[in-house]
């Protein structure tokens, strides 16, 4: 299967509790895109990477974000001292550079408590 | 900024009925517009695209969009709804702000399909 994985699934966590996720993209893409989902609503945009360098991030990115691609291959999304209002399903996009279609992984939902 | 209106929440059609979904985008040059449809709990799956050249384009699944400029819409069709079709349907507007090519999405329209 060549197609944008994303570990885990499902994430239940308690508010304060620090959480990563992984993104793994198609082999050959470059561009990485990290958005998030609340419910009844369409994704936004968080961050995007071509290669390893992140070149650009959403306000919605607080300090309590952090992504990184170290050598250009996945990507981990980490949140710190998670909120209740953190609570999202968090998707995972890669594309080729030049190429404006991205496709989408499966998502990992997390769940504060 | 870019933006995009789907005016409809749910919309239920019978099955082999047909369906037309709403989009009008906001944007200031020459868009680049997705359609995506996404099964519940599930990632969100490309059907269609369009970035230039024949304004109607033909997607997966039997589905079409057609690409208005005088109204600023992108709406997407399909003559024969099949149950399996029911999802939430989002369209998105993408282009090139110097660094990023991010996509701007659409609340999403949820598709119920009766049989």
């Known amino acids: 299967d060549t197609g944008v994985s994303q570990d885990p699934r499902h994430k239940i966590t308690k508010r304060g509790q620090n959480v990563t996720f992984r993104c793994d993209p198609i082999s050959e893409h470059n561009r990485l895109y990290w958005y998030r989902q609340t419910l009844g609503q369409g994704p936004e945009f968080l961050t995007y990477?071509?290669?390893?360098?992140?070149?650009?991030k959403s306000r919605l990115l607080s300090d309590r974000f952090s992504a990184e691609r170290p050598k250009g291959s996945f990507s981990t999304l980490e949140i710190q001292r998670t909120e209740q209002g953190d609570s999202a399903m968090y998707l995972c996009?890669?594309?080729?550079?030049?190429?404006?279609?991205?496709?989408f992984g499966p998502g990992t939902r997390l769940t504060v408590t | 900024a870019q933006s995009v209106t789907q005016p409809d929440i749910h919309i239920t059609v019978s099955e082999g009925a047909s369906l037309e979904l709403r989009c009008n985008y906001s944007y200031g040059a020459t868009p680049y517009l997705f359609w995506y449809v996404q099964s519940p709990g599930q990632g969100l799956q490309l059907l269609l695209k369009?970035?230039?050249?024949?304004?109607l384009v033909q997607g997966i699944k039997g589905f079409e969009a057609e690409f208005k400029r005088s109204q600023s819409s992108f709406n997407l069709r399909k003559p024969s709804v099949h149950w399996s079709d029911a999802a939430e349907y989002f369209c998105a507007v993408g282009g090139y702000t110097g660094t990023a090519s991010k996509l701007t999405f659409g609340t999403g329209t949820r598709l119920q399909v009766t049989l």
């Open positions: 990477f071509q290669n390893e360098a992140q070149l650009e």
């Open positions: 996009a890669s594309s080729l550079a030049g190429f404006y279609e991205q496709y």
């Open positions: 369009y970035f230039s050249g024949d304004t």
